[in-house]
Every structure is written in structure tokens, then in C-alpha cells.
């Protein structure tokens, strides 16, 4: 398997596999949106004997009265079905991880399942003093620090990109 940079070749792909992995259709048009609308954007596909099966994207979030420094959100992370429980999933994690530290983010957050993530060092946000927007139970809304205190003493509610209220 292997992990690259998200190719302008590789929407459709992208869009199908984002369509496939949800409910509905709403995270493949939030990725095509975000795609269009959110700078600084990590989007990173997994390839297999060069079909895409995975995909995850990180775009930026701000922290309501604070505008010092860069927080990625994670969303949507999505892995071919015949492919999950094969490490795919972390790979990506880890691979959209190192992408933002290496474009200088101070932090990522998640909304996700708390059983997954932690394993990346994600742990609840509200221990940094971080909510969400939206009204999720407490252990699924988590951050992970990239630069160490780089959260202290900020504090206040995480805004997503506007094109997630689109979808969401």
C-alpha cells in the first residue's frame, strides 16, 4: 500500500470511495467542497496495486476569539470496505498527522470514535479547554497536540469550514 498527495486525477475515484464508505452522499460533496474552498487543505489517498481504497482529509478549523496558529480538523477519513481492519485506516491517520506538522500546525481535532483515535494520541479536547460546534458527547470530540503546549491557555469553541454546514 501506499500513501500520496490527493492528484487531480483522483476526484472521481475519491468522490466514489467517500460515497461508498458513508450513509450518503454528503462527505464525498463535503470533500469536493472543501477541495474548492479551505486552504491549507492535507488530502491523502491509500493506494492498493494502484486503486485508491482510502482517503482522508484534513482542513483548517479556528478556535472562536483566537487566531494564533494553525488547527487542522480531520474529516472525513474514509477506507474501501474490503480494506478495512488491513492498517489502512491508521496509515492514513498517521500519514495526515505528519502532513500537518510538516505544514506547521499546532494541533489537530477530531470528531470521531473514541476507541480509534487514541491510538494517534488524540485524547478528549475538552482536557485542553476545546468544544465543539456541535453538540457531541464529550470522549468522541478529541485533539491531539503536534507542538507540545501549543494548546495551553486557549480555550473556547473549535469553528469547522463553513461548507460543513452545508452537509452536516
Not at 506547521?104 to 476507541?115: E, F, K
Amino acid at each position: 500500500m501506499q500513501i500520496d498527495k490527493e492528484r487531480e486525477d483522483d476526484h472521481a475515484a475519491v468522490h466514489a470511495l467517500n460515497a461508498a464508505a458513508f450513509e450518503t452522499e454528503s462527505e464525498a460533496d463535503l470533500v469536493d467542497a472543501l477541495r474548492d474552498q479551505a486552504e491549507p487543505l492535507v488530502s491523502l489517498v491509500a493506494r492498493e496495486r494502484g486503486e485508491i481504497v482510502g482517503h482522508i482529509l484534513l482542513s483548517p478549523v479556528r478556535l472562536a476569539n483566537d487566531s494564533d496558529g494553525l488547527i487542522m480538523g480531520l474529516a472525513p477519513m474514509a477506507v474501501a470496505e474490503e480494506m478495512r481492519g488491513r492498517g489502512v485506516g491508521s496509515a492514513l491517520a498517521q500519514s495526515g498527522i505528519n502532513a500537518c506538522r510538516e505544514l506547521g500546525a499546532g494541533a489537530i481535532v477530531v470528531l470521531g470514535h473514541p476507541d480509534y483515535y487514541p491510538r494517534f494520541g488524540f485524547r478528549p479536547a475538552s482536557g485542553f479547554g476545546l468544544a465543539s460546534e456541535y453538540d457531541v458527547p464529550d470522549d468522541v470530540f478529541m485533539a491531539l497536540e503536534l507542538v507540545p503546549g501549543f494548546l495551553d491557555g486557549k480555550q473556547g469553541t473549535i469553528k469547522y469550514h463553513a461548507a460543513f454546514s452545508r452537509f452536516s
